[in-house]
């Protein structure tokens, strides 16, 4: 079993920039695509990025292409999210995920082993 634990979320100004990081146990980091989901406050859990097992296929959502990037240290079973120019509707609750598939993927049921999460609030 995979445990994930986030950090790096916080509150920045409109603007801003934050970076997420996911460090996961685990022996098998290094074959599984990572993925990052959030969750706001009264709406579903949402695909953010994901990335390949070799780090060489990164998938965003159509919101987080050009500001979000996604990147993976496999040796220290880190993944991150780097986020910049950050809007008040980023606002939530972010979470990594390890992929249940050998290929990156969008789709949430194609992920498990979810972390508890780091909340960044992005303010106007």
């Known amino acids: 079993q995979v445990q994930l634990i986030e950090s790096g979320g916080g509150l920045v100004q409109a603007g801003g920039s934050l970076r997420l990081s996911c460090v996961a146990s685990?022996?098998?980091?290094?074959?599984?695509?990572m993925g990052w989901f959030r969750q706001a406050p009264g709406k579903e859990r949402e695909f953010v990025a994901t990335?390949?097992?070799?780090?060489?296929?990164?998938l965003y959502t159509d919101s987080g292409k050009g500001r979000f990037t996604i990147s993976r240290d496999n040796a220290k079973t880190t993944v991150y999210l780097q986020m910049n120019s950050l809007k008040p509707e980023d606002t939530a609750i972010y979470c990594c995920?390890?992929?249940?598939?050998?290929?990156?993927?969008?789709?949430?049921?194609?992920?498990?082993?979810w972390g508890q999460g780091t909340q960044v609030t992005v303010s106007s």
């Open positions: 685990g022996r098998t980091f290094s074959v599984y695509p």
């Open positions: 990335i390949s097992a070799s780090g060489g296929i990164t």
């Open positions: 995920a390890v992929g249940r598939k050998v290929f990156a993927t969008r789709s949430i049921p194609d992920f498990g082993s």
